[in-house]
């Protein structure tokens, strides 16, 4: 496998090729179509003048010119030079040496007798047994006849010449020095394509040698951007959003294992307090019994938190599928508020649930129940005697919305941002004297999420919380669809 640098260079360096093959081309055929027609526009200059100097009269050739005007004299031998003058049969008049020496061939009699059709010049461009070739002008030139002469005017064939050697050889000479040179150009180019190549590639190694020196205690690694708003700077920068976000996640580990190791040891040392106890100082049985009684309660509260943080766990890393389907928020709202309600009349708190009518979402009936359930117990557990909780359901356009009130503690404004942190507990007495592990909002904060919706606490301290939770209301199911059976719903909650 080649380096990127490698093809980058390879590939500037063909595409260089390519175009300066192409462009040499090009310009080969210019400079041969400007020099064709340059010696197409002398021929015609050239055929101008004949027509000046040369009458044909009783089937003869007659040169009209100033032998000893050395200008005259020069332009008739360079038209004589190559010509050749042939009636319309075919039978040669006049022709330079050029033709009869074989040089080039005589037209044949159906090339004479097209041009003699044809009413414009006929252009061709012929190679002679001498290597040269010749662009030859063919056209037609009328006999003269004096006034009253009893035979028809005839028309004669006539061609002219000029070698192109000097153009072909200027052509040659520049096609043979421009591909020469090429290899040169190319070798040029293929280094400055490598050097650009490993500057264009500077931030990739860059961001290669930051990536290679991240660990999980090095997540401070940030490449600082260059400034060129380019493709390579949005690299820069999603690699640096991506080491933030990774260092969050991590400091969040590790925050979360100092915290569990943290609420474990609280009823660890329980337990190994309440052993010490029944080892060395219980005496009666009673006293053994107590202290048992206490360290099972602890290892209830550990096991209680074991579980809790398996299902949070699972939860965030996606284990916990959502069995998704129609439920009605109502009839869970006014489920969960009844299972609630001798709880509630323990605490000495009126729990009361309004939902007037069936409001349908798409969720897991058994998260959604865990969800109320959890805000209700909250509600019973903060909220002191002869408080209210109340629950209701509302359905309100494309939402449904379930309220959890409750006239309790209330949780001061600076806590709020926190309460739904893994085992974040407002600090206070009137949380210490509950039992709780701090995970219960968490739980209920990723149900939520789950499910696509918000939930929005407010709280005076004081006189109460209320927590909204939003999801995305439904049509209503066919009617035997998302209401569970009976016997199957009353085994459920057993389960429970
Ligand atoms: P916990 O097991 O401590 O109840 P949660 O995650 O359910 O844990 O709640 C986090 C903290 O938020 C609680 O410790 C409590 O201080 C506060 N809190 C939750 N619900 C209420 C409420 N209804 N009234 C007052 N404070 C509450």
Request: aromatic share 8%; net charge negative.
């Given at each position: 496998m080649r380096g990127l640098r490698f093809r980058l260079a390879v590939s500037y360096l063909l595409f260089f090729a390519v175009l300066l093959?192409v462009?040499?081309?090009?310009?080969?055929?210019?400079?041969?179509?400007?020099?064709?027609?340059?010696?197409?526009?002398?021929?015609?200059?050239?055929?101008?003048?004949?027509?000046?100097?040369?009458?044909?009269?009783?089937?003869?050739?007659?040169?009209?010119?100033?032998?000893?005007?050395?200008?005259?004299?020069?332009?008739?031998?360079?038209?004589?030079?190559?010509?050749?003058?042939?009636?319309?049969?075919?039978?040669?008049?006049?022709?330079?040496?050029?033709?009869?020496?074989?040089?080039?061939?005589?037209?044949?009699?159906?090339?004479?007798?097209?041009?003699?059709?044809?009413?414009?010049?006929?252009?061709?461009?012929?190679?002679?047994?001498?290597?040269?070739?010749?662009?030859?002008?063919?056209?037609?030139?009328?006999?003269?006849?004096?006034?009253?002469?009893?035979?028809?005017?005839?028309?004669?064939?006539?061609?002219?010449?000029?070698?192109?050697?000097?153009?072909?050889?200027?052509?040659?000479?520049?096609?043979?020095?421009?591909?020469?040179?090429?290899?040169?150009?190319l070798a040029l180019a293929g280094i400055i394509g490598w050097i650009l190549a490993a500057r264009a590639l500077a931030p990739v190694h860059s961001v290669a040698h930051a990536a290679s020196r991240i660990r999980g205690s090095n997540l401070t690694v940030q490449i600082p951007p260059r400034g060129a708003g380019d493709e390579l700077d949005q690299l820069i920068d999603a690699f640096n959003r991506m080491t933030a976000r990774l260092k969050q996640s991590f400091d969040q580990i590790r925050q979360f294992?100092?915290?569990?190791?943290?609420?474990?040891?609280?009823?660890?040392?329980?337990?190994?307090?309440?052993?010490?106890?029944?080892?060395?100082?219980?005496?009666?049985?009673?006293?053994?019994?107590?202290?048992?009684?206490?360290?099972?309660?602890?290892?209830?509260?550990?096991?209680?938190?074991?579980?809790?943080?398996?299902?949070?766990s699972?939860a965030e890393s996606g284990q916990?599928?959502?069995?998704?389907?129609?439920?009605?928020?109502?009839?869970?709202?006014?489920?969960?508020?009844?299972?609630?309600?001798?709880?509630?009349?323990?605490?000495?708190?009126?729990?009361?649930?309004?939902?007037?009518?069936?409001?349908?979402?798409?969720?897991?009936?058994?998260?959604?129940?865990?969800?109320?359930?959890?805000?209700?117990?909250?509600?019973?557990?903060?909220?002191?005697?002869?408080?209210?909780?109340?629950?209701?359901?509302?359905?309100?356009?494309?939402?449904?919305?379930?309220?959890?009130?409750?006239?309790?503690?209330?949780?001061?404004?600076?806590?709020?941002p926190h309460?739904f942190d893994r085992?974040?507990?407002?600090?206070?007495?009137?949380?210490?004297?509950?039992?709780?592990?701090?995970?219960?909002?968490?739980?209920?904060a990723w149900?939520v999420h789950a499910h696509g919706g918000k939930?929005?606490?407010?709280?005076?301290?004081?006189?109460?919380?209320?927590?909204?939770?939003?999801?995305r209301?439904?049509?209503?199911?066919?009617?035997?669809?998302?209401?569970?059976?009976?016997?199957?719903?009353?085994?459920?909650?057993?389960?429970?």
């Amino acid at each position: 496998m080649r380096g990127l640098r490698f093809r980058l260079a390879v590939s500037y360096l063909l595409f260089f090729a390519v175009l300066l093959g192409v462009l040499g081309l090009v310009f080969r055929g210019l400079l041969d179509k400007s020099f064709s027609d340059q010696s197409a526009n002398l021929l015609e200059e050239e055929w101008g003048a004949l027509k000046g100097y040369l009458k044909i009269e009783h089937q003869q050739d007659i040169w009209y010119f100033d032998r000893f005007d050395p200008e005259e004299s020069l332009i008739v031998s360079r038209i004589q030079h190559v010509f050749i003058l042939m009636d319309a049969n075919g039978n040669i008049v006049d022709r330079s040496p050029v033709y009869s020496d074989g040089v080039l061939p005589t037209p044949t009699i159906a090339e004479v007798r097209e041009v003699l059709r044809s009413t414009t010049p006929v252009i061709t461009v012929v190679r002679g047994t001498d290597g040269v070739e010749y662009m030859i002008r063919a056209g037609v030139i009328p006999e003269e006849r004096r006034a009253g002469s009893p035979e028809p005017k005839r028309d004669y064939y006539v061609a002219i010449g000029r070698p192109m050697m000097e153009s072909n050889r200027t052509v040659r000479s520049f096609t043979w020095r421009y591909f020469a040179l090429m290899p040169f150009i190319l070798a040029l180019a293929g280094i400055i394509g490598w050097i650009l190549a490993a500057r264009a590639l500077a931030p990739v190694h860059s961001v290669a040698h930051a990536a290679s020196r991240i660990r999980g205690s090095n997540l401070t690694v940030q490449i600082p951007p260059r400034g060129a708003g380019d493709e390579l700077d949005q690299l820069i920068d999603a690699f640096n959003r991506m080491t933030a976000r990774l260092k969050q996640s991590f400091d969040q580990i590790r925050q979360f294992s100092t915290d569990v190791s943290h609420e474990l040891r609280t009823p660890l040392t329980g337990i190994r307090g309440q052993l010490e106890v029944a080892l060395f100082t219980a005496e009666t049985t009673e006293q053994y019994r107590e202290a048992m009684v206490n360290a099972l309660q602890d290892v209830e509260q550990l096991s209680n938190m074991v579980r809790a943080l398996l299902m949070l766990s699972q939860a965030e890393s996606g284990q916990l599928a959502l069995q998704k389907a129609a439920v009605d928020l109502s009839q869970i709202a006014i489920d969960i508020a009844d299972q609630y309600q001798i709880p509630a009349e323990a605490e000495g708190v009126t729990l009361n649930c309004t939902a007037p009518e069936p409001c349908w979402v798409e969720g897991d009936k058994t998260q959604l129940e865990r969800l109320v359930a959890n805000l209700i117990s909250n509600g019973i557990k903060y909220t002191p005697e002869r408080g209210t909780i109340s629950v209701a359901v509302e359905c309100r356009n494309e939402d449904a919305l379930l309220l959890v009130r409750d006239t309790g503690v209330g949780i001061p404004q600076e806590n709020l941002p926190h309460i739904f942190d893994r085992f974040y507990r407002v600090p206070g007495a009137h949380t210490s004297s509950k039992q709780g592990l701090g995970l219960g909002l968490s739980f209920v904060a990723w149900i939520v999420h789950a499910h696509g919706g918000k939930i929005d606490v407010d709280s005076t301290p004081g006189k109460g919380t209320t927590f909204c939770v939003t999801l995305r209301r439904m049509e209503a199911p066919p009617p035997d669809e998302g209401r569970p059976k009976e016997a199957v719903r009353r085994q459920f909650l057993i389960h429970e």
